[in-house]
Each structure stands twice: as structure tokens, then as C-alpha cells.
């Protein structure tokens, strides 16, 4: 395992530091490169690569593997989504996350007040100066633009990993991770939006890239980390990085970005019980939550699927009150059946072509979901 390390200067002087591996195979194949890291309250990915990195040394594999595990280390520093190196970092001291005030910044440039570009996953090969552009042109050009299939791990505040995927083409892998739902984000972004690792790396013919979301902010979720393993393993499978066999425990859905069919509000404040977990299948018919009262404990109203689809988007909120949005009954669509060997593309040339010629992906009619209309609600990673 090659170690590379380069270190870049804030504009205060602060020298900070990262660290990439390469890890060459025995044979000739793809080159896969794994980010995470950047934006610093996401740590599942920072964590569990170096172990995995010591587990594919031991491993015969073909091809290449860029690994770097913690792309933004001073905002991982300050468990903040960026680092804001001309404010005045004392402010975090006073900084504490609740998801009752999710987008609050401590210096008023939140994702909801503001497009700041301290945000390192907006700067990729954008011009801009500050030491998260400096870490990025490095990075494209050291690691992401020789990748085959760049994967960049983040976290959300969710009940289970997802997918961000800005490309029908990237279906092709994205359905062998097991990772059990990829939300279609398939409108061109703004300008601010187009610095995304994601769009940049996969809007390029022959080369995938699309990001997972485990599923906790500021804080470590270990139970994740064999997930995100396993994703990647299969991943390698799928490429013809390593031989084996892909079958999930789970299927994988595709979840068009404008989640078609119910998304319930509450009507009433109260304790919610939900019935089923994210991604779960519901038919038309079945109760998937109610709210019941604090003083009579009576319900007060249930959730009954008007059809059938996939439970997803569920409250973190332990409790109710009219408004808030509780789940969704989503018509979505399977990308990858479970408990049944997948079919693995037999052999990519590093150029997105199996030996046939057959250009995998969007060309070849890979395509799950039309293109869907610009969410106003989508926040991309
Ligand atoms: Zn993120």
C-alpha cells in the first residue's frame, strides 16, 4: 500500500495534511477510487476505510484502488460540515448539532442561508481559492479523473444508507452495492451544485461515480461499517476486480427524486408508531403508522397504504405534530432482486465496455426513471 500525503496552507497559515493510499493488484483492470471525508460531521466513512484498505491489501484483486479516507481534515477537526477558515473558529465552542435545528451554522453560513463555497463538495473543478479547492484539484487530478468508478461516501441523518445518484448510467453499479435505496437525482444542477464530486466525475462518457449516505451525522454508527464494506466489495465483484458472487440480503430500489404516491403529514400531535421500516414493501391496504394522544392515549389517525410501494423517508422525530411529514408510500422501482446470484457484467475493459462492445449503462438503455423535473426540496450532498 502506497501512501501519499500532501500538505496545503489555510489562509491563516495552518498547514493541513492529506493522506490518499494506492493499492495496486496482482493483474491489469479498472481503477476504483473511494473519497470520504468531506464534509467533516460525516465520519462513518473516515472510519471504516483504513480497516478496509488493511483488509484489501490481503485480498488478489485486479486493477487499482485509490483510498482516501478523510479529504477535509480540519472540518472533521470541528465535526462541521465545512471548514471555515477566514471566520473565527472559536464560534464552534459553542456549537452543538440537534436535529430539531438541523441546518444551524454557527457563523450564519448554513446550507440554508447561504451557498458557501467553504462547502468542499461544491468546489470540484470549479475555479475558487481556499484550501477545500486547493484539496480538490489535487484530488481530481491525483485520484478521481483516472477512476473508472469514483465512490464518495457521506453521511445523512437517516434510518438506513442510501444512494445519490446524478446518472442513469450508474444504475449498472449502483444496484450491486446492496446499499437499499438510490435516490434518482437526474436534472443538470446549478452552477453551484455542478462542483459536486458526484456530477463531475460521472459527466464524463466511461466513467460512474455516485455517492452513499450512511445514515448518522456527528456521531459513529460501527453497526454500518460491514455494510459499506460489503458495498464495496460487490462492487469490485462487479467490475471484474475479484471473483465471487453478488447476492443481497435486501433488494435495491431506485426512488425517483419526486417520490410519486403518498407522503403523509400529521394531522395531530402525538407519540408515532410506525409499522414498518425504511424500505420495507407495503401493499395497498396495510397500516403503516399511527399517532396516538399524550393525555388519552387514544389514536388519533393511521396511515393506511393507498397502494402498493416501498416505505421510505420516515420521521426521526419521536413525535408527531400537525405538519410534520411522517413517511412515504413510494412507487418505486427494484434495481436488483434479493436472494438470487446478480448477473455480473463478465469482464469491463476499464473503459465502460464489456467484451462485446456493449457500452454498459445509459447508452446501452439502462435507464430506470426518465429524467425527473428539479426538486426545489432536493438538498444534494
Ligand atoms: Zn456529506
Redesign the pocket.
Known sequence: MKTVRKEFTDCNGRKITVTYWTLRGRRSGPTLTLIAG??GM?HSGPCFLPELAEELEQTDFAGTIHICPCANPAALELDY?FYPEQENLDMIKDYYYSYFRHYYCPWGLGRMEAMTLYNM?RTWNQPGNGVAFDITRWLWREIVKPAFLTLDL???QNRKPFIFNDFPKNNEWVRFTGIESSVQCFHKPDAYAAGNLNYQASNRPGHYSFCI?FSIQHGLKEEEYPIGKTAVKNLMVALGMTKGTVVLKRPVWAVPEDQPGTCWKAKHAGHVRFFFDTCDEAKAGDRIFEVRDFQTLEVLETGIAPHDGIVYGLSLHPTAKPDLPLCSVVKAEKLAEAGIPLEVPRKTNGRGLTPSGRRVGAAAGFNVFPAVRKNAGGIP?
Do not use: L, R, S, V
Open positions: 468531506q464534509h460525516e460540515e463538495n457521506h453521511c445523512a449516505e450532498d
